[in-house]
Each structure stands twice: as C-alpha cells, then as structure tokens.
C-alpha cells in the first residue's frame, strides 16, 4: 500500500461512451500526476497538479480531461477514445513538485477501448 | 531532444547471479534520477540519486550516478526469483517547471 488508491482497476468502454478514472491520496501531498504506460513504451507524463492548479499539459488529446477538486483527489475524463488510449493509467503523488521529491503509485486502472 | 535510455532491455539471469543495469541520460537543467521496480503493477520506487559519486545502499540493491558521464547503474548482488520485475528509471529536470522523462525499463527474469 503505498498510500494512493485509484478506482476502477480495470474499465472496458466503447469508442463513444464516457467514463472517469478516479485517484486519491492519503499522504496529505500537494502535487498529483496522471500517468499512461502503453506496452513497450515509457511513461508517459499525462497532467501534473500542484495545489489543484494544472502545471503541465504535455500536449495530451482534449478527449482526456483531468479534474483537481483538491489536493487529496485526482480524476481524468474520458470520451470518444480510441482503441490506442487502451493502456495502464496511474496516478502518482508527491510531496511537491521539487525534482527530488519522491512520487507514490496508485496500482493503475488498467483501461481497454473497443 | 532530451531522453533517457536503459539497456538492457531485458535480461535473463540465474539465482545468486549479480546484475548491472544501466540508465544514460541527455536531458538539460538535471535535478535528480530515480529507480524504480515495477513488477505487475505500479513502480515502487527504490532509490534517488542527485550527486555523483554517491552510492546508495538497500541490501543486495546499490545505486550509483555520474553525472559528468550522464549515467546511472543500479546493482543487484545474489538475486532471488523475487527481483524478477521491469526496473524504471527517471530522470527529473527543470524545464518551465519540473518535468520527469522514464525509460523503457529493463525486464529482469531470475530463474532457479
């Protein structure tokens, strides 16, 4: 346990429906990261939140929107995705956003798009 | 184009057999480098290293940074069938605002 749970763990959705993935930590942080692992790829830094406000976008598809009602609760949007987006999505925490802070994993919604 | 690179990129091992893993790194404004362990589901995190020349210590598991020759090595002595997992490593950096780059890992398999 590692202090960061995420909800579902596992989600089949079709192409048009919408859906939410949901991250919350118990750690009392103050910055939240969404995550995509593909198969073969590295991690791929998604959103960070800091205080519940965005930092970092990273150019990622408007089909995913992430939402920060406050520091303990992180979620990400999804609609009219595509069978790419299938992936494992985590969500990580830390204590800030100094480069040498530690980030905590929740154990990922693993997330498949017919 | 700032990236990080671990080789290799996987490998296969006897029990008590003494891995080397290897993370290079070409990213500007270098704040830290982390490992990870990842085996069926999230990383967990193992070390972080911010100076060189500094080895840091779990058990069988040392890590160690260079940051004139941009790499990292992370060590594992007498490894068990447990240590089979992907090992990540990240490196963070300042760009506008702190931003993390991971590897693709190295999938390690301890067999008996």
């Known amino acids: 346990e590692t202090g960061v749970t995420q909800t579902p763990r596992h989600l089949v959705m079709g192409m048009t429906n919408k859906k939410s993935l949901k991250c919350e930590q118990h750690?009392?942080?103050?910055?939240m990261y969404w995550y995509k692992q593909s198969a073969k790829k590295p991690l791929e830094l998604m959103f960070v939140?800091?205080?519940?406000?965005?930092?970092e976008n990273n150019s990622v598809p408007s089909r995913f929107s992430p939402e920060c009602p406050n520091s303990s609760h992180l979620f990400l949007h999804l609609h009219t995705l595509q069978p790419e987006d299938s992936a494992l999505y985590l969500c990580?925490?830390?204590?800030?956003?100094?480069?040498?802070?530690?980030?905590?994993f929740g154990p990922g919604t693993r997330l498949t798009v017919l | 184009e700032d990236k990080v690179v671990q080789s290799p990129l996987s490998l296969v091992v006897h029990e008590g057999d003494t891995v080397t893993l290897n993370c290079s790194y070409e990213v500007t404004n270098f704040r830290s480098l982390l490992w990870y362990k990842q085996e069926k589901k999230a990383p967990t995190f193992l070390f972080m290293l911010?100076?060189?020349?500094i080895e840091k210590k779990s058990g069988r598991l040392s890590s160690i940074l260079d940051k004139k020759e941009l790499f990292s090595i992370l060590n594992i002595t007498a490894t068990q069938t447990g240590d089979s997992a992907v090992y990540l490593c990240a490196v963070v950096f300042s760009n506008t605002g702190n931003q993390f780059y991971f590897g693709t890992g190295t999938s390690l398999t301890v067999i008996p």
């Open positions: 990580a925490s830390s204590l800030g956003l100094r480069g040498d802070n530690e980030q905590f």
């Open positions: 939140y800091s205080l519940e406000e965005r930092v």
């Open positions: 911010t100076s060189s020349g």
């Open positions: 750690l009392g942080h103050n910055a």
